[in-house]
Each structure stands twice: as structure tokens, then as C-alpha cells.
């Protein structure tokens, strides 16, 4: 059988490639197609995926024509909703009403033609692979329902694969995130054959959209033991700078710094940015204590702490440059505190102090929902944790009966063994009648 998977950035590459590992593994072939910055040619995992049997890996500007390429991304730029909302706003949507949707149809055609022909030349099973696409994706929700329609009259199965988790337990985390009612986001997420989530968390944002046989919930591909294990083997090796102190004496050890990391979410989350600020302050005052702070990967340069000079000023302090990977940062770390991201959830597997610093934004962390232990409540909170870590070390932070229903209802979802059950479920898709698929096109 053979997978046409698209990869557009950072996250989904992170969750689906350990998916794209297995199905290559179980005997299938599948071509990987990058939507997004050509930068992640030379990502690790892509490399990876590069070095196994059945794989093709190609930029979609190599895959199409030249001004097919430019019309196409031109397109997807004027449909992009975050350069809508920049200062080029009225200039974008001035073009959008001119280049009206019955223009956009024939280069949408023409791409998504191409691309499935190229995949698919002989008859037999198939199946075509999106991350989780909304409404407001960088990728154009008019590209992706032709890809998708294209495909079923091809016989072809759809499938939207996870690009993260849910790091939040509670709903309204954004900027002018107001109502408690279904977020219409979520919606284009009807589009697919079958959605897959790693957890029950994640479902709710998407079942007020689709009918229960159309989720499937299937546990975390990259937090599962497996790809684990397998991403120890694969993640290059950390930059002198992280690189962990080598064991010595006993007195070495007792003098050894606490390495403490700070990941921050996206900036259209609402973060309390002068506590964060403050934070930093205070954990710089401390003796012996090194502080790394790692911007989000995407978005990262618009968030106000990374830009305030007064950083600086604190020798023990410092921002993580693009190119060190999160991977490394906790590896570096004897603590984190966590922003609600899901990054962190590799750290819990691991048992290492992860806080989850709940009053430095809007949310509830899914960290502090499953386990409490975890939840800084003010600036004393923290304070004395940092001063106890310095004091009595980070073992036992967790409780256990907590750490395990975590790991059971957010990551191993019906069993440790993950990556088997989303290769069954892609060979299923794939196997899909074309009748079958097709009943779901009214949507265009």
C-alpha cells in the first residue's frame, strides 16, 4: 500500500513522522511532500525518513512547474489568515476579491492533480495524509478540499493526523477567545475520511464537527515508548553549549548548577508577560542556577520577553537560538517550567520535574488537571520549589498514581503499543471502497 503524507512545519513533522517510520517499516511505500518552508528538507527526522526503504521526500516547489508553484503560493498566501490580520491586510484582501474563488479553482486543480497522479499512477490502495488542518491554517483550506476530493475519485482514503496534543485542559486560551461554544476552527476538520487524536482531551475540540465513527483515538505516536526509544537513537547531537557536565567527583556534583528551562507558547496565547518577566528575575537571583529560555518555534521573534534587552543583563540567563532543538533543552534541564506546551509531555514520561506555571496565562494546563503536584499557583510557589530543588535535589517530585493516569489517558490511549494501531488504521483508509469515499464530497 502506499501513503501520500503533505508535512508543512515543525509540529507535524515532530508527530507524524513517527507514523510515516512504522507504515515504511510494515512493508508500504510513501511519499512525503513539504508544503512549508524548504528549510525542513534538512530536518533530522525528514533525513531519516529519507534513509528508508520505500520513501520519497520532495519540496512541492520541486514537484511542480514553475509558475504553477508561484501561482499556487500566491494563492495560499492570500487565503492565509495571518497575513489578513498584518498591516497588509486591506492590500491582501483587495487581491482576494479579485482573484475571486472560481479563479483560484483551476490552479488548486491543476497542483492537487499533479501530485496525486505522481503518487498514484497504478490502481491499487492508497491513502492521502494531512495533519489537522483549520480554519485558519497557513496551509489554504480550499487547496487541501480539492486535494482530498481529487483523491477520493481516485478510490484514495483521507486521513488529518495529529501535529501536537492538547496541553490545555480548558477552552478559552486565546486572545479574544470569549464564549464558551464550539470553535468553528475546528470544523475543516470534516473535510477527512477519519480523524485521528492521541486522547479523549483532543476530541472535544472536534466531535461538535464529526460524527463518532469519524474520530479515531489512538494514543500519541511521539510520545509512545517506541518512537521514544527510536528518536534517542536519531536526534543529533546536542550543541556544545547544552552539552550535560561530565560525571566527576563528589564535590563536582554538589557544585554542578540547576539548569532550569522555560518554554513559551505562541504569542496569540494570552500569556501574563510581565510575570513571566518577573520570574525570570527572581529565578536569576538565585546562586548556582542557569536559566535557558526557548521561544516558540513558530512565532517566536514576536513575543515581547525575547525582545526585552534587560535580559541581557543577567549573566546566568539566556534565549535558546533557533537551531537548538527542544529535545536538547530537556535533556540539558534538571527542571522545566512549562507554559502549557506539550513539548513538555516527553519530560513526564522521563519523570523529570516539569512546573507547570498555570497563573502565567489564561489556561488550565492539562499538567496541573492530571497532576497537582505540578501546579505553581503565585510566585511563592515557585520560589519554593526552586529553592527545595537547589537544596534536596529533583527526585520524587511526582506522584506516581498521578504521573500514570496522565501517561494512560493522554499518551497510551488503549495501550503502549501506539504506532501498530495508526498502521492499522492507515491500511483500513487506504483499503476503502471509492463509493464509499465518496459519499462525503458535498461538502465542496
Known amino acids: 500500500m502506499k501513503a501520500l503524507v503533505f508535512l508543512r512545519h515543525y509540529n507535524d513533522i515532530d508527530h507524524i513522522t513517527p507514523v510515516i517510520s512504522k507504515w515504511l517499516e510494515s512493508g508500504h511505500q510513501c511519499d512525503v511532500v513539504l508544503i512549508g518552508n524548504a528549510k525542513f528538507r534538512n530536518d533530522y527526522r525528514v533525513?531519516?525518513?529519507?534513509?528508508l526503504k520505500g520513501a520519497?521526500?520532495?519540496?512541492?516547489?520541486?514537484?511542480?512547474?514553475?509558475?504553477?508553484?508561484?501561482?499556487?503560493?500566491?494563492?495560499?498566501?492570500l487565503l492565509a489568515s495571518r497575513l489578513r490580520r498584518s498591516?497588509?491586510?486591506?492590500?491582501?484582501?483587495?487581491?482576494?476579491?479579485?482573484?475571486?474563488?472560481?479563479?483560484?479553482?483551476?490552479?488548486?486543480?491543476?497542483?492537487?492533480?499533479?501530485?496525486?497522479?505522481?503518487?498514484?499512477?497504478?490502481?491499487?490502495?492508497?491513502v492521502v495524509v494531512f495533519d489537522w488542518i483549520t480554519r485558519d491554517s497557513p496551509v489554504s483550506v480550499e487547496w487541501v478540499e480539492v486535494v482530498v476530493s481529487l483523491a477520493r475519485s481516485m478510490g484514495l482514503g483521507t486521513v488529518s493526523l495529529p501535529h501536537g496534543d492538547s496541553p490545555h485542559a480548558s477552552q478559552l486560551i486565546r486572545h479574544r477567545e470569549w464564549s464558551l461554544k464550539p470553535d468553528f476552527l475546528y470544523s475543516a476538520a470534516?473535510?477527512?475520511d477519519k480523524l485521528v487524536v492521541p486522547n479523549e482531551l483532543c476530541a472535544e475540540r472536534f466531535r461538535p464537527f464529526l460524527d463518532d465513527q469519524s474520530i479515531a483515538v489512538l494514543g500519541s505516536p511521539r510520545y509512545c515508548d517506541e518512537w521514544l526509544m527510536k528518536l534517542a537513537e536519531l536526534s543529533p547531537a546536542p550543541p556544545t553549549l547544552f552539552r550535560k557536565e561530565p560525571?566527576?567527583?563528589?564535590?563536582?556534583?554538589?557544585?554542578?548548577?540547576?539548569?532550569?528551562?522555560?518554554?513559551?507558547?505562541?504569542?496569540?496565547?494570552?500569556?501574563?508577560w510581565e510575570e513571566v518577566e518577573e520570574i525570570v528575575g527572581m529565578i536569576a537571583a538565585f546562586p548556582n542556577v542557569e536559566l535557558v529560555i526557548k521561544p516558540h518555534t513558530r512565532g517566536g521573534w514576536r513575543q515581547p520577553l525575547t525582545r526585552n534587552p534587560s535580559l541581557r543583563s543577567f549573566p546566568n540567563v539566556s534565549v535558546a537560538p533557533?537551531?537548538?532543538?527542544?529535545?536538547?533543552?530537556?535533556?540539558?534541564?534538571?527542571?522545566i517550567i512549562d507554559l502549557a506546551t506539550s513539548v513538555v509531555f516527553e519530560a513526564v514520561k522521563g519523570k523529570k520535574p516539569v512546573l507547570a506555571a498555570d497563573y502565567l496565562h489564561a489556561g488550565r494546563s492539562t499538567l496541573a488537571h492530571f497532576m497537582p503536584e505540578t501546579e505553581l499557583k503565585c510566585r511563592d510557589d515557585l520560589y519554593r520549589r526552586i529553592d527545595g530543588f537547589l537544596s534536596n535535589g529533583c527526585d520524587s517530585f511526582y506522584v506516581e498514581e498521578h504521573r500514570q493516569r496522565f501517561i494512560n489517558e493522554m499518551l497510551h490511549v488503549g495501550g503502549s503499543?501506539?504506532?501498530?494501531?495508526?498502521?492499522?488504521?492507515?491500511?483500513t483508509q487506504a483499503q476503502a471502497?471509492?463509493?464509499?469515499?465518496?459519499?462525503?464530497d458535498e461538502f465542496m
Open 47 to 51: 533525513e531519516f525518513l529519507g534513509t
Open 56 to 77: 520519497r521526500i520532495a519540496h512541492i516547489r520541486d514537484l511542480l512547474l514553475p509558475l504553477e508553484f508561484l501561482r499556487w503560493r500566491l494563492q495560499t498566501l
Open 87 to 126: 498591516i497588509m491586510g486591506p492590500l491582501v484582501e483587495a487581491f482576494a476579491r479579485l482573484y475571486r474563488a472560481d479563479r483560484r479553482q483551476s490552479i488548486w486543480r491543476s497542483t492537487a492533480g499533479r501530485l496525486l497522479e505522481r503518487s498514484f499512477t497504478t490502481a491499487g490502495s492508497g
Open 190 to 192: 470534516s473535510i477527512f
Open 247 to 272: 560525571q566527576g567527583t563528589e564535590e563536582s556534583k554538589e557544585t554542578e548548577s540547576l539548569k532550569v528551562v522555560i518554554f513559551l507558547r505562541k504569542s496569540n496565547f494570552t500569556t501574563f
Open 322 to 335: 533557533d537551531h537548538i532543538h527542544s529535545i536538547h533543552l530537556m535533556n540539558w534541564a534538571h527542571v
Open 417 to 427: 503499543d501506539v504506532l501498530p494501531r495508526y498502521v492499522a488504521l492507515l491500511e
Open 433 to 440: 471502497s471509492g463509493t464509499k469515499n465518496r459519499r462525503k
